[in-house]
């Protein structure tokens, strides 16, 4: 009898010598990885645990820092100006879009791996290893972009009372008489060290933190509001639909992290219910606080005047509000430090998850005797990204960033669909509406999304994804839990003839 994980293959049909690219994992092998007692991680977050996740990993650089340079643009792409308010509307609806894909993915299947695990099950094993690979990208990077956006916000926030750190100590080498970037390493080696503990104690942190930033973002929005004239938001897209569309194409930047509450399905107390009201609720929420923020700022501030490093607490500042501008740079240090947390999360959960099927190293799937963490991957994310931090300048990650989580998107939506016709009969404790239209015009709205990325920005894509292609050709086809399968049925079939 062959194996469960071989059956229902959609692309089964397919020439033997491609089979490997299109085998796929099933449901119930899936499930029974998860539970098995190697590799079972501790249950132990509640409904608020994971929308405080997902809150705590949407809210940070994204509203605080990259708003301004979407309202005023740069030498890429053209600013949004007072129409980045719908610029975070469109943004807000795509993520929404793949947001019910992901519900619907993550009450069905409450594994670690995400969009990664999603794929294998229903797209096969080449484009889940591609899907991972993205993963990594848009995570790692994200990590090592967020964890060196806090130090500067770290340094102001010094500044601010009266203490400097030298320069050598916080600046990789060759920027500013710059050796290494400490307060960026130490804040991601502290934040590994928390993760390493378990997850329950993670989640505190991060909700205490979320509650401390979304204080801050209320406030500048109630004292702002004060400060507003209308006369600023005209002309209100002043590069027209090109300059909304290539804001919300890296203002979506503000929006990754929702996805990241799915990679801890293992460890929620009721994934069915829980995660996709997590899922939805931080999205919804953050979205309507995103459009306030952006009506409030651009009131307060003509566009072309809006700085691009600090644009909400400069805001405050020219307003007379230097006191706001001081309590808005602790609460964006406190919003960073919840982002770093749950992109660490969804990077170390992804590892796990690919480690756990054999594409990836097995000593990377191991778990703390004690704390029932996946304590390797943990080391492995917190020492890379805390190197990279401490010694490295990266430019326009967030475009990078972006990239790699639209693309999951894409394939995730893409295999709402496909699940839906292979697997009629799952149980799915939520389904997406109006099926196949939504995750379709989710699909359209992600890939639209993609055509306003830098031309750059793609040729970097591609370039990393050649280079997963190589990867998981040379190792993980070969050494993949399907592979193993795969030898053994064949042994068995040609036993029996």
Not at 44 to 53: E, G, I, P, R, Y
Not at 84 to 110: K, V
Not at 173 to 185: S, Y
Request: charged share 10%; proline share 5%.
């Amino acid at each position: 009898m062959r194996s469960s994980a071989a059956s229902s293959r959609p692309f089964s049909r397919l020439p033997a010598v491609g089979n490997f690219l299109f085998r796929t994992k099933s449901i119930e092998q899936i499930l029974a990885d998860s539970n098995h007692p190697e590799h079972r991680l501790k249950k132990s977050l509640s409904v608020w645990d994971l929308t405080a996740l997902g809150i705590g990993g949407i809210i940070g650089t994204g509203i605080f820092v990259l708003i301004g340079t979407a309202v005023v643009g740069d030498a890429n792409r053209p600013g949004a100006g007072p129409g980045i308010i719908l610029s975070f509307i469109l943004s807000g609806m795509t993520c929404a879009l793949a947001a019910l894909c992901y519900a619907e993915f993550a009450a069905m299947l409450p594994v670690a791996g995400s969009a990664y695990t999603y794929s294998y099950a229903t797209l096969g094993e080449f484009l889940a290893w591609i899907t991972g690979w993205n993963l990594i990208l848009e995570y790692g990077v994200a990590c090592v972009v967020v964890a060196i956006g806090w130090s500067g916000y770290f340094n102001n926030v010094l500044k601010i009372i009266g203490l400097h750190l030298p320069a050598w100590a916080t600046h990789p080498p060759g920027v500013d008489g710059g050796l290494i970037n400490l307060p960026a390493a130490i804040i991601v080696l502290f934040v590994t060290s928390v993760l390493v503990r378990g997850m329950k104690e993670s989640a505190r942190a991060t909700g205490f933190i979320v509650m401390i930033k979304l204080a801050v973002i209320l406030f500048f929005i109630a004292v702002g509001s004060s400060s507003m004239e209308p006369a600023n938001w005209t002309p209100f897209m002043p590069n027209g639909f090109q300059g909304v569309g290539a804001a919300a194409a890296i203002v979506f930047f503000a929006f990754i992290g929702f996805d990241a509450v799915s990679t801890t399905a293992e460890e929620a107390n009721n994934p069915q219910k829980d995660l996709p009201i997590g899922i939805i609720t931080s999205l919804g929420l953050c979205t309507v606080l995103y459009v306030l923020v952006a009506a409030v700022l651009t009131g307060m501030v003509p566009y072309q005047q809006i700085d691009i490093h600090a644009p909400v607490a400069e805001a405050l500042r020219v307003a007379g509000f230097r006191w706001g501008a001081a309590l808005v740079a602790t609460g964006a240090l406190a919003g960073i430090t919840s982002v770093l947390f749950v992109m660490m999360i969804g990077q170390i959960r992804v590892f796990f998850a690919m480690s756990r099927d054999r594409l990836l190293g097995p000593w990377l799937s191991a778990v703390h005797p004690r704390f029932r963490t996946p304590h390797h991957a943990t080391w492995v994310t917190g020492i890379g990204v805390a190197t990279l931090a401490a010694f490295v300048q990266i430019g326009e990650a967030a475009d990078m960033t972006n990239i790699g989580t639209l693309f999951a998107f894409v394939l995730v939506c893409a295999a709402v669909i496909v699940l839906r016709r292979v697997k009629p009969n799952q149980p799915r404790p939520f389904r997406v509406p109006f099926m196949p239209w939504l995750p379709l015009l989710g699909m359209a709205a992600c890939l639209g999304l993609m055509a306003f990325l830098p031309m750059v920005t793609w040729i970097r894509f591609g370039v990393w994804s050649a280079i997963g292609t190589v990867v998981y050709l040379l190792y993980g086809r070969h050494h993949s839990r399907l592979a193993e399968q795969d030898v053994s049925t064949t042994g068995s079939d040609m036993t029996r003839g």
